[in-house]
């Protein structure tokens, strides 16, 4: 596209959805692995180029992108595009990149999108996406400089939780705001169901769908987004067990996890899979027993908390294309149920709810929301995997002792 | 308890794969996901009639597994259950889809009408009458309509109709204010006149129905399509700022650049997506002004946008709908439809009014008329429809 079609374009946006006078825009640093269509990083990173549909406005941030580093340019690259449209630069390092070239710290903040990409997986079946690396490599110009500014880390911090605390550490020593996680906690859900802060819950159910370990990150950030409010507050995760197979099913009939809860959750599905895809009805699966015949390699994630919640995530790929949760209240009769809504390709606007929170804590030297509750589901989702790897044995997890209190404020998207 | 069940007919034009028939009827016959649970209608599906029964037919493997459900070859012998006096506690009318010829305006002439003839001549036989819902707009004719709309007040049974807009989820979940002064409102949906202009009527006009004074029926109507509604776009016809904000609410925006997956279009860029838009503007008697378009190429959902008096920015929304088109595969906002239903037939009330569809069903007729006649104004005093709004709620929330 011609450069003066584009400069047209992007004045017509901006007289369209005026901005308001705002101070001097914040300076950004985007360090991503690959930016091409429908990545991560440019699902997120155009959100601060670009900018976003939010409350039914075209939201330009106030804010610029200035650098970018990609640790890989594969067919469809766009950082080139990007940065020769909007002047900025594709340093060859992190180092680089956040310091603009120069010799110290040059950015106000910095996007770490380390999400999709050509990495190797390791005997746990996780990939290792170089997150902590690249955000050592950032820390390092911190330090070195004795000035840190607020980071964003696209979705779990690491696939070790040794390595997650590490980079949580450093955050608390070099004292920068960190937020972390994925777009599950923040979107709209069907309906607009909250736990109250300071409940106590019973029994939590949440059901995912597609492959470990990007989806099931997720689902697991998803229920832990909705556990966390719990009364006491988030204390940590004392086990947890990831079994396969016939045994999630017998699980269910000796009740290790509610089949009304699964019901539940289900009922908030949109997407049931089988006889729905065959002829359009509607399904109680759970009433009818299909899901053993229609779910090929079901997989069960239980998670026993240290303060006694037990909690279960069912990824149940064949049988449901979206993300649901249950959950049975002490006091409550009737079971709290939604679907986080995941609207579909290619806006994924359920990036711009993430985009806005990553914007505030850029605005506000703050995180929303504690970087903790991604670092706990980094841990269960590393140990779930252990589980799997020893035979699907119960993991007891002493280094889950992560302790963290949930914001009262609700964050997830209402407007 | 069983004697206290509603006994319900569903009078439909084709039962397949995602018709409005399988949709409706299959939530009475296999309960659906509600408040949390799967919820089993509490009132039984014991008759239905299918008008066109095509290879792809559904209605006989339903029958056959929901043997308390018996197909009738007639409307009459369904309403009476083959008794010959009326055996039934509501009817469902679900006349969408199916082989039907077409005006020559280009409406399909679904036979809603001579389903509903056929109802009520059972009712008067019968010296009995019984709630009756009618999906979509009553009728493509406008005449049909409203007899339609007399014959229901004459007999006096509670009478509902429209489309799953106005009770589906909405993203965000948002009521418009009850009382509230409007000056003018949009919808920015998709799909073709005579189908979902019909839906992004029924968007617009949930909400303003609400405003300060009720409804008070419509004026006139003229359509924009193709080149003129691009020349109204450029002279502010009607109002790009609600244009904008109904825009920024749609989750299926087409990138008007490549390698964009996100990116709102200039103008420019919405005239090379959009084809053949259309747009349908009106004015209420009481001066609010408002403009449903159809957007194909631009975007895929039901975007709502109003200008209210002492807001700064426009107040908008989207009507969620889950489509099974590749993004689900349950068209849920049936499941509201179906309980509203569901309540009218355990109370005998209908829960919003059908002067709603009467007018939604006026102004989709003038719709057509001014695109056929050539785009220009047309006079609409058989609109003059006045109606309070409901005090409730009856969007999906829970």
């Known amino acids: ?415 | 308890m069983a004697a206290n069940r509603p006994r319900l007919a569903a009078i439909t034009t084709v039962y397949r794969k995602y018709s409005h028939a399988q949709h409706v009827v299959d939530r009475y016959l296999e309960g659906y996901g509600w408040n949390g649970t799967h919820h089993r209608p509490e009132m039984d599906l014991v008759a239905l009639y299918v008008d066109q029964v095509g290879a792809d037919d559904l209605s006989r493997d339903r029958a056959a597994r929901f043997p308390a459900m018996k197909i009738y070859p007639t409307i009459a012998e369904a309403l009476t259950c083959g008794t010959g006096k009326l055996a039934v506690d509501g009817v469902v009318v679900v006349g969408e889809h199916g082989d039907y010829p077409k005006t020559p305006k280009g409406q399909v002439q679904y036979p809603r009408y001579r389903f509903f003839e056929e109802i009520v001549a059972v009712f008067r036989s019968s010296g009995r009458s019984v709630p009756m819902f009618n999906d979509k707009h009553l009728s493509w004719n406008w005449e049909w309509a409203r007899k339609m709309y007399d014959t229901s007040k004459e007999l006096g049974f509670a009478y509902m109709a429209g489309s799953s807009l106005p009770v589906t989820w909405r993203i965000p979940s948002v009521e418009f204010p009850a009382g509230a002064r409007v000056r003018e409102a949009m919808c920015v949906c998709y799909g073709g006149p005579d189908s979902y202009d019909f839906h992004g009527l029924e968007t617009i006009q949930c909400m303003v129905e609400r405003r300060q004074g009720g409804e008070t029926g419509v004026k006139w109507l003229q359509a924009y399509r193709g080149e003129k509604f691009w020349d109204a776009c450029r002279s502010n016809v009607w109002s790009r700022e609600l244009m904008n904000a109904a825009l920024c609410r749609s989750h299926t925006l087409t990138p008007a650049r490549a390698g964009f997956n996100d990116i709102f279009p200039s103008l420019d860029q919405m005239q090379r997506l959009v084809a053949d838009p259309v747009a349908y503007c009106y004015e209420h008697a009481d001066g609010l002004k408002c403009t449903m378009m159809l957007m194909n190429g631009l975007a895929r959902d039901f975007n709502f946008a109003a200008h209210l008096e002492g807001a700064s920015k426009p107040f908008s929304t989207q009507m969620y709908l889950p489509m099974p088109d590749g993004r689900t595969t349950l068209a849920n906002f049936f499941s509201p439809l179906s309980y509203n239903m569901e309540r009218m037939f355990l109370s005998g009330k209908p829960t919003y009014p059908i002067e709603r569809t009467l007018l939604t069903t006026g102004l989709t007729a003038a719709g057509i008329d001014s695109l056929y006649a050539g785009q220009v104004r047309i006079d609409t005093p058989h609109l003059a429809i006045r109606y309070p709004a409901p005090a409730e709620s009856t969007y999906w929330r829970t």
């Open chain 1, 1 to 415: 596209m011609a450069p003066h079609v584009t400069r047209r374009t992007f004045l017509q946006t901006a007289a369209a959805f005026p901005v308001l006078a705002q101070g001097r825009p914040k300076r950004i640093a985007i360090v991503a692995t690959v930016f091409r269509p429908l990545s991560h990083a440019q699902h997120i990173g155009d959100r601060f180029i670009v900018g976003y549909p939010w409350e039914g406005d075209w939201h330009k941030p106030n804010t610029q992108v200035v650098s970018l580093y990609v640790d890989q340019k594969p067919a469809g690259d766009l950082s080139q595009d990007r940065a020769r449209e909007f002047g900025f630069k594709v340093y060859p390092t992190i180092a680089e990149a956040v310091c603009c070239g120069g010799s110290s710290l040059a950015v106000d903040a910095v996007l770490i999108i380390a999400e999709h990409g050509d990495y190797p997986r390791n005997e746990k079946g996780q990939i290792l996406y170089p997150r902590y690396e690249f955000f050592g490599q950032v820390a390092k110009v911190f330090e070195a400089g004795g000035r840190a500014v607020p980071v964003y880390n696209d979705k779990a911090l690491s696939y070790s939780f040794e390595k997650a605390r590490t980079m949580c550490d450093t955050a608390r020593r070099l004292k920068f705001p960190m937020l972390a996680g994925s777009s599950l906690p923040v979107t709209w859900r069907l309906p607009e169901l909250e736990l109250p802060w300071g409940c106590e819950i019973e029994d939590a159910l949440m059901v995912g769908t597609g492959g470990s370990d990007a989806m099931d990150f997720h689902a697991l950030e998803a229920m832990q987004c909705m556990l966390e409010r719990r009364r006491g507050g988030e204390r940590g995760v004392k086990s947890v067990q990831l079994i396969q197979g016939d045994a999630v099913w017998q699980a269910g009939v000796r009740g290790r996890w509610s089949k009304e809860l699964l019901r539940s959750a289900l009922s908030r599905s949109d997407s049931p899979k089988g006889l729905t895809v065959t002829d359009g009805r509607t399904q109680d699966m759970v009433g009818t027993g299909v899901l053993p015949q229609l779910v090929k390699d079901p997989w069960a994630y239980f998670i026993e908390y240290r303060d006694g919640l037990k909690a279960t995530l069912l990824m149940l790929t064949d049988a449901v294309g979206d993300f649901t949760f249950a959950a049975k209240l002490k006091g409550q009769a009737e079971i709290q149920a939604t679907q986080f809504f995941l609207s579909p390709e290619p806006n994924v606007t359920y990036s711009a709810c993430l985009a806005s929170k990553i914007e505030r804590m850029i605005e506000t030297g703050a995180a929303p929301y504690p970087v903790e509750r991604t670092l706990l589901v980094s841990g269960i989702l590393e140990s779930c995997l252990d589980s799997r790897v020893k035979g699907n044995a119960v993991i007891e997890t002493p280094h889950l002792a992560v302790t963290y209190r949930a914001p009262r404020e609700s964050q997830y998207c209402r407007s």
